[in-house]
């Protein structure tokens, strides 16, 4: 395979499906990452908890039974999985890339790429949509700023219309039986 050539490993849609939201940033949970690196969830934390200290609470936090509430209601995935006992990890973008120096594997180092790849495919779009936003909002205030003078326009152009027209004398050519 050659340099360029990208290794898929799981399709991007999978993978997209497995970001939450948490705690204001994007964060993928390890029973979500232990299934796609092809591990057991337990032993996925086991590594984590023996490097524990390249985990800062930035890179890697346990959810809270309210957090865990609320995502279980929402993922019906996660009700059936083995965190009864334990609360799942969240790891962040940041974190995700650490646990590819945790867990060597091959099929670990793809995913971790891949992963990375779309991060940032979910960061170009994200500044797309804030462009366009910051574009909408500047045309929003062009059309605010002319209201009043469409208005004045249209009330003008009511009063042209509205008024009668007055009883012209006629101009040119007269025949005498016209006067």
Do not use: C, W
């Not at 936090?61 to 799942?88: C, D, I, R, V």
């Amino acid at each position: 395979m050659g340099k360029g050539q990208k290794i898929s490993v799981v399709p991007d849609e999978v993978l997209i499906s497995k970001i939450y939201f948490i705690r204001g940033q994007k964060v993928m949970l390890d029973i979500d990452l232990a299934e796609l690196y092809g591990v057991e969830t337990r032993i996925l934390k086991q590594a984590v908890r023996r490097n524990i200290n390249r985990f800062p609470e930035d890179f890697m936090f346990e959810l809270t039974k309210q957090e865990q509430a609320a995502l279980k209601e929402q993922n019906k995935a996660l009700e059936q999985s083995g965190h009864a006992t334990y609360a799942p990890f969240a790891f962040s973008e940041h974190g995700v890339l650490m646990l590819s120096s945790v867990l060597n594997s091959e099929r670990a180092i793809n995913v971790n790429i891949q992963i990375m790849r779309i991060y940032t495919k979910l960061k170009e779009m994200l500044s797309t949509h804030k462009d366009i936003l910051l574009k909408l909002e500047q045309l929003e205030k062009k059309i605010t700023g002319h209201d009043e003078d469409i208005k004045l326009i249209f009330s003008a152009l009511k009063q042209l219309v509205q008024q009668p027209n007055p009883q012209r004398k006629r101009i040119g050519f007269k025949a005498k039986d016209d006067e």
